[in-house]
Protein backbone atom coordinates (compact mmCIF):
# COMPACT_ATOMS: atom_id res chain seq x y z
CA UNK A 1 0.00 0.00 0.00
CA UNK A 2 0.91 3.78 -0.39
CA UNK A 3 3.20 4.95 1.76
CA UNK A 4 1.23 8.53 2.07
CA UNK A 5 -2.60 8.91 2.26
CA UNK A 6 -4.20 11.93 2.12
CA UNK A 7 -7.77 12.78 3.85
CA UNK A 8 -10.44 13.98 2.54
CA UNK A 9 -10.34 12.30 -0.87
CA UNK A 10 -12.46 15.75 -2.01
CA UNK A 11 -13.41 18.98 -0.32
CA UNK A 12 -15.28 21.93 -1.34
CA UNK A 13 -15.43 25.22 0.37
CA UNK A 14 -16.52 28.47 -0.19
CA UNK A 15 -14.16 31.09 -1.30
CA UNK A 16 -12.37 32.83 2.69
CA UNK A 17 -13.16 29.59 4.04
CA UNK A 18 -10.12 27.48 5.61
CA UNK A 19 -9.38 24.05 3.98
CA UNK A 20 -7.59 21.52 5.96
CA UNK A 21 -6.21 18.26 4.22
CA UNK A 22 -4.23 15.73 6.33
CA UNK A 23 -1.78 13.02 5.08
CA UNK A 24 -0.95 9.80 7.17
CA UNK A 25 2.20 7.44 6.43
CA UNK A 26 4.02 4.48 7.79
CA UNK A 27 7.67 4.39 7.50
CA UNK A 28 10.63 7.14 9.34
CA UNK A 29 10.97 9.83 6.74
CA UNK A 30 13.92 12.59 6.46
CA UNK A 31 10.72 14.83 5.32
CA UNK A 32 7.25 15.25 3.77
CA UNK A 33 6.12 17.38 1.16
CA UNK A 34 3.04 18.79 -0.19
CA UNK A 35 2.35 19.41 -4.06
CA UNK A 36 -0.42 21.10 -6.01
CA UNK A 37 -1.79 19.81 -8.90
CA UNK A 38 -4.26 21.90 -11.62
CA UNK A 39 -6.37 19.39 -13.32
CA UNK A 40 -4.46 17.32 -15.68
CA UNK A 41 -0.92 19.33 -15.47
CA UNK A 42 2.47 18.71 -13.64
CA UNK A 43 2.86 18.30 -10.09
CA UNK A 44 4.19 21.94 -8.24
CA UNK A 45 6.02 21.84 -5.16
CA UNK A 46 4.48 23.73 -2.60
CA UNK A 47 6.09 23.60 0.59
CA UNK A 48 8.73 20.94 2.42
CA UNK A 49 9.03 20.25 5.95
CA UNK A 50 11.66 17.95 7.95
CA UNK A 51 11.31 15.49 10.46
CA UNK A 52 12.79 17.41 13.03
CA UNK A 53 10.55 19.95 12.37
CA UNK A 54 7.08 20.85 13.60
CA UNK A 55 5.23 23.60 11.26
CA UNK A 56 6.23 25.38 8.43
CA UNK A 57 4.66 28.23 7.47
CA UNK A 58 4.44 29.58 3.24
CA UNK A 59 2.09 32.02 2.79
CA UNK A 60 -1.16 31.42 3.24
CA UNK A 61 0.28 27.46 3.65
CA UNK A 62 0.74 25.83 7.00
CA UNK A 63 1.83 22.64 7.27
CA UNK A 64 2.06 20.85 10.56
CA UNK A 65 4.00 17.26 11.44
CA UNK A 66 3.68 14.73 13.86
CA UNK A 67 6.06 12.12 13.83
CA UNK A 68 4.81 10.34 16.79
CA UNK A 69 1.63 9.96 15.06
CA UNK A 70 2.95 9.74 11.48
CA UNK A 71 1.00 12.75 10.00
CA UNK A 72 1.03 15.70 8.75
CA UNK A 73 -1.60 18.44 7.67
CA UNK A 74 -1.91 21.64 5.25
CA UNK A 75 -4.21 24.12 5.94
CA UNK A 76 -4.71 26.74 3.42
CA UNK A 77 -6.08 29.97 4.85
CA UNK A 78 -8.53 32.38 2.97
CA UNK A 79 -9.16 30.24 0.09
CA UNK A 80 -9.28 31.41 -3.23
CA UNK A 81 -11.26 29.87 -6.88
CA UNK A 82 -7.55 29.60 -7.93
CA UNK A 83 -6.31 27.43 -4.75
CA UNK A 84 -8.67 24.60 -6.90
CA UNK A 85 -6.71 21.84 -7.63
CA UNK A 86 -5.59 18.60 -6.46
CA UNK A 87 -3.09 18.19 -3.27
CA UNK A 88 -0.56 15.38 -3.03
CA UNK A 89 1.44 14.85 0.27
CA UNK A 90 4.84 12.88 -0.87
CA UNK A 91 6.98 10.90 1.86
CA UNK A 92 10.62 11.33 1.61
CA UNK A 93 11.60 8.23 3.06
CA UNK A 94 14.73 7.93 5.68
CA UNK A 95 17.70 5.88 4.10
CA UNK A 96 16.04 6.93 1.17
CA UNK A 97 18.12 6.18 -2.54
CA UNK A 98 15.74 7.43 -4.64
CA UNK A 99 13.20 4.69 -4.61
CA UNK A 100 11.08 5.87 -1.90
CA UNK A 101 9.63 8.78 -2.85
CA UNK A 102 6.18 7.81 -2.81
CA UNK A 103 2.85 10.19 -3.01
CA UNK A 104 -0.32 9.90 -1.79
CA UNK A 105 -3.32 9.30 -3.91
CA UNK A 106 -4.51 13.24 -3.25
CA UNK A 107 -6.96 15.15 -1.96
CA UNK A 108 -9.53 17.49 -4.82
CA UNK A 109 -10.08 20.67 -3.58
CA UNK A 110 -12.77 22.94 -4.93
CA UNK A 111 -12.97 26.32 -3.86
CA UNK A 112 -16.48 27.73 -4.97
CA UNK A 113 -16.85 31.54 -5.61
CA UNK B 1 7.63 24.06 -15.81
CA UNK B 2 9.29 25.08 -18.78
CA UNK B 3 12.65 23.53 -17.64
CA UNK B 4 11.54 20.20 -17.87
CA UNK B 5 9.39 19.15 -21.31
CA UNK B 6 7.59 15.95 -22.64
CA UNK B 7 6.92 15.30 -25.62
CA UNK B 8 4.50 14.24 -27.16
CA UNK B 9 1.50 16.07 -24.85
CA UNK B 10 -0.91 13.49 -26.35
CA UNK B 11 -1.31 10.67 -27.66
CA UNK B 12 -3.77 7.69 -29.27
CA UNK B 13 -2.13 4.32 -30.28
CA UNK B 14 -3.80 1.32 -30.70
CA UNK B 15 -3.05 -2.24 -28.87
CA UNK B 16 0.35 -3.86 -29.66
CA UNK B 17 2.08 -0.68 -30.80
CA UNK B 18 5.53 0.47 -29.84
CA UNK B 19 5.53 4.03 -28.17
CA UNK B 20 8.10 6.04 -26.76
CA UNK B 21 7.67 9.20 -25.01
CA UNK B 22 10.30 11.87 -24.28
CA UNK B 23 11.42 13.93 -21.73
CA UNK B 24 14.28 16.76 -21.33
CA UNK B 25 15.47 19.17 -19.05
CA UNK B 26 17.41 22.03 -18.75
CA UNK B 27 17.57 22.23 -14.83
CA UNK B 28 21.00 20.39 -14.95
CA UNK B 29 19.40 17.98 -12.20
CA UNK B 30 21.21 14.56 -12.59
CA UNK B 31 18.29 12.52 -11.32
CA UNK B 32 15.01 11.73 -13.76
CA UNK B 33 12.05 9.98 -13.03
CA UNK B 34 9.19 8.49 -14.61
CA UNK B 35 5.66 8.09 -13.31
CA UNK B 36 2.28 7.04 -13.90
CA UNK B 37 -1.11 8.89 -12.59
CA UNK B 38 -4.27 7.21 -12.76
CA UNK B 39 -7.29 8.67 -11.43
CA UNK B 40 -7.62 7.79 -7.50
CA UNK B 41 -4.34 6.02 -7.39
CA UNK B 42 -1.58 9.07 -7.41
CA UNK B 43 1.34 8.61 -8.60
CA UNK B 44 3.07 5.15 -9.16
CA UNK B 45 6.94 5.33 -10.21
CA UNK B 46 7.93 3.25 -13.04
CA UNK B 47 11.73 4.08 -13.74
CA UNK B 48 14.14 6.13 -12.23
CA UNK B 49 17.98 7.15 -13.28
CA UNK B 50 20.25 8.96 -10.59
CA UNK B 51 22.73 9.34 -13.83
CA UNK B 52 23.59 8.38 -17.82
CA UNK B 53 25.39 5.10 -16.29
CA UNK B 54 22.55 4.42 -13.56
CA UNK B 55 18.70 3.24 -14.12
CA UNK B 56 16.50 1.50 -11.57
CA UNK B 57 12.73 -0.09 -11.61
CA UNK B 58 10.57 1.16 -9.72
CA UNK B 59 7.29 0.27 -8.47
CA UNK B 60 5.20 -0.72 -11.66
CA UNK B 61 8.19 -1.24 -13.98
CA UNK B 62 6.98 -4.63 -16.19
CA UNK B 63 5.66 -3.30 -19.72
CA UNK B 64 8.17 -0.32 -19.67
CA UNK B 65 11.72 -0.02 -21.06
CA UNK B 66 13.41 3.46 -20.41
CA UNK B 67 16.89 5.00 -21.65
CA UNK B 68 18.86 8.12 -20.44
CA UNK B 69 20.58 9.09 -24.01
CA UNK B 70 22.16 12.15 -21.57
CA UNK B 71 22.12 13.82 -18.36
CA UNK B 72 18.93 15.94 -19.73
CA UNK B 73 17.24 13.39 -21.56
CA UNK B 74 15.15 10.09 -20.54
CA UNK B 75 12.59 8.45 -22.33
CA UNK B 76 10.25 6.17 -21.15
CA UNK B 77 9.48 2.63 -24.24
CA UNK B 78 5.86 0.88 -24.33
CA UNK B 79 7.38 -2.13 -26.38
CA UNK B 80 3.85 -3.54 -26.63
CA UNK B 81 1.34 -1.07 -25.65
CA UNK B 82 -1.99 -2.56 -23.98
CA UNK B 83 -5.19 -0.54 -22.63
CA UNK B 84 -4.49 -0.61 -18.87
CA UNK B 85 -1.41 1.71 -19.99
CA UNK B 86 -3.86 4.55 -20.48
CA UNK B 87 -2.99 6.74 -18.05
CA UNK B 88 -1.15 10.29 -17.71
CA UNK B 89 2.82 9.89 -17.57
CA UNK B 90 4.75 12.55 -16.16
CA UNK B 91 8.62 12.63 -15.99
CA UNK B 92 10.24 14.73 -13.11
CA UNK B 93 13.58 15.70 -12.29
CA UNK B 94 15.51 16.35 -8.79
CA UNK B 95 18.93 17.26 -7.09
CA UNK B 96 18.87 16.69 -3.86
CA UNK B 97 22.66 18.85 -3.61
CA UNK B 98 20.21 21.78 -4.07
CA UNK B 99 17.58 20.63 -2.04
CA UNK B 100 19.29 20.45 1.08
CA UNK B 101 19.25 16.64 0.67
CA UNK B 102 15.61 16.32 -0.12
CA UNK B 103 14.34 14.78 -3.29
CA UNK B 104 12.15 17.08 -4.41
CA UNK B 105 10.75 16.82 -7.60
CA UNK B 106 10.09 18.87 -10.68
CA UNK B 107 7.63 17.33 -13.01
CA UNK B 108 7.36 17.91 -16.93
CA UNK B 109 3.66 18.65 -18.17
CA UNK B 110 2.29 15.32 -18.89
CA UNK B 111 1.60 13.05 -21.65
CA UNK B 112 -2.16 11.90 -22.01
CA UNK B 113 -1.44 8.54 -23.66
CA UNK B 114 -4.48 6.28 -24.80
CA UNK B 115 -4.09 2.48 -25.87
CA UNK B 116 -7.38 1.31 -27.75
Known amino acids: SQQGEEDPQALSIQEGENATMNCSYK?????LQWYRQNSGRGLVHLILIRSNEREKHSGRLRVTLDTSKKSSSLLITASRAADTASYFCATDALYNYGQNFVFGPGTRLSVLP | DADVTQTPRNRITKTGKRIMLECSQT?????MYWYRQDPGLGLRLIYYSFDVKDINKGEISDGYSVSRQAQAKFSLSLESAIPNQTALYFCATSDPRRSGGAHTQYFGPGTRLTVL
Open chain 2, 27 to 31: KGHDR
Open chain 1, 27 to 31: TSINN
